[in-house]
Nanobody, 117 residues
Framework: QVQLVESGGGLVQSGGSLRLSCTAP????????MGWFRQAPGKEREFVAG????????YYTDSVKGRFTISRDDAKNTVSLQMNSLKPEDTAIYYC??????????WGQGTQVTVSS
């Protein structure tokens, strides 16, 4: 079992910023791409952003491009999601995610992000 530990959620006004962090075991962090998903009430879980294990590539869903930035801190085995210009529609539980094989994936416990209008 792989434990992904998230932090950084909270309540913020529209237009504000939050930074989410996810710490993974070193043997996972150094080998696999990692990402963030989110799930709003009554909606399917959706991909938000992902980053390769070498930090050379990053991917975003269209709705967050230009506002969110995903990054890795190799010294801390941490993947972060900097979220700027937040909107009420960004309100969701955010999950850290890693896929380690074709049939194995792990999720963090989730952290709530609430954006008030």
């Amino acid at each position: 079992q792989v434990q992904l530990v998230e932090s950084g959620g909270g309540l913020v006004q529209s237009g504000g910023s939050l930074r989410l962090s996810c710490t993974a075991p070193e043997h996972i962090f150094n080998r696999y791409a990692m990402g963030w998903f989110r799930q709003a009430p009554g909606k399917e879980r959706e991909f938000v952003a992902g980053i390769g294990y070498t930090s050379s590539s990053a991917y975003y869903t269209d709705s967050v491009k230009g506002r969110f930035t995903i990054s890795r801190d190799d010294a801390k085995n941490t993947v972060s999601l900097q979220m700027n210009s937040l909107k009420p529609e960004d309100t969701a539980i955010y999950y850290c995610h890693v896929v380690t094989s074709a049939w194995t994936q792990f999720w963090g416990q989730g952290t709530q992000v609430t954006v008030s209008s």
